[in-house]
């Protein structure tokens, strides 16, 4: 019987944060998914830590992504069984109902395409971080609605985190696979949240079901240009969303070329 959802998760020399992400997942009150964990290759017995959990629901891949972790999501998606994928990184943690929440969402509003959800920000320890009190201001004031603009996608880049996105398996047979560009590395799930924007709706829930950690070894943090980069991929998919726009005007009042 096939499972309800998929949840990839990828993960690389991260043994302990690894399994604590597994544990926060398995420790979910909906329970009809399979866990997917590709591995590149990682520096210990990735197949024995995740062999000590003895749950029949998960099951582990190792795969090169010769650094561009898009290539091991992409695999872990290809794999999936699931009518709906969720997504998580390996330093991540879920709160329990984040799975049920979800579903409940997707569920009840079928033009849906994505569910994200809010977040806190956590450190080592998984205590909660002064930016993460400040971000949640700011969504609070600034992010009050649920069904998320594509354009406030492209002007609020931490609206969508990757581990609270959960996704219609058919949303790959619209738009394809995460882009494995090395250019967009780092960026690349930002760029496929919005792609997914111009084909349906993004539902955001304003509700903490993600621990999202923050610390030196984020790969966004290391990459000095990212900003650079993600201000590449805003003017680019601007143009485009500007376009989309300019095309529905015309068909709304009649001005399409026949």
């Known amino acids: 019987m096939m499972p309800k959802i998929s949840v990839v998760v990828t993960t690389y020399n991260r043994s302990e944060l690894l399994r604590e992400t597994v544990s926060s997942i398995l420790s979910q009150t909906f329970t009809d998914f399979e866990l997917i964990v590709v591995d590149n290759y990682s520096n210990y017995n990735f197949l024995e830590l995740i062999g000590s959990f003895n749950d029949e629901r998960i099951k582990a891949y190792q795969n090169v992504n010769n650094g561009i972790i898009a290539i091991n999501r992409n695999y872990g998606i290809k794999l999936a069984a699931g009518e709906y994928i969720a997504l998580c990184d390996d330093d ?49 004031k600034f992010l009050s609605f649920n069904v998320v603009p594509a354009k406030y996608l492209l002007i609020f880049l931490a609206y969508v985190t990757n581990s609270s996105v959960l996704f219609r398996r058919e949303l790959v047979n619209l738009i394809g696979y995460i882009n494995e560009d090395p250019d967009l590395k780092a960026i690349e799930d930002y760029e496929y949240w919005f792609r997914s924007a111009l084909v349906g709706k993004v539902f955001y829930i304003n509700k903490r079901l993600v ?16 900003y650079k980069r993600t201000l590449g991929v805003v003017r680019s998919q601007w143009s485009k969303l500007n376009a989309i726009q300019k095309m529905i005007y015309k068909i709304k009042n009649g001005q399409q070329n026949t």
């Open 92 to 140: 991540d943690l879920w709160e329990p109902t984040k799975l049920e929440d979800q579903l409940s969402v997707m569920v009840r509003n079928p033009s849906v395409s994505v569910c994200c959800t809010n977040v806190t920000f956590i450190n080592f320890r998984q205590k909660q971080t002064t930016f993460s009190k400040l971000s949640g201001f700011l969504r609070g």
């Open 211 to 226: 621990r999202y950690r923050l610390h030196d070894q984020q790969l966004s943090l290391m990459d000095s240009n990212v």
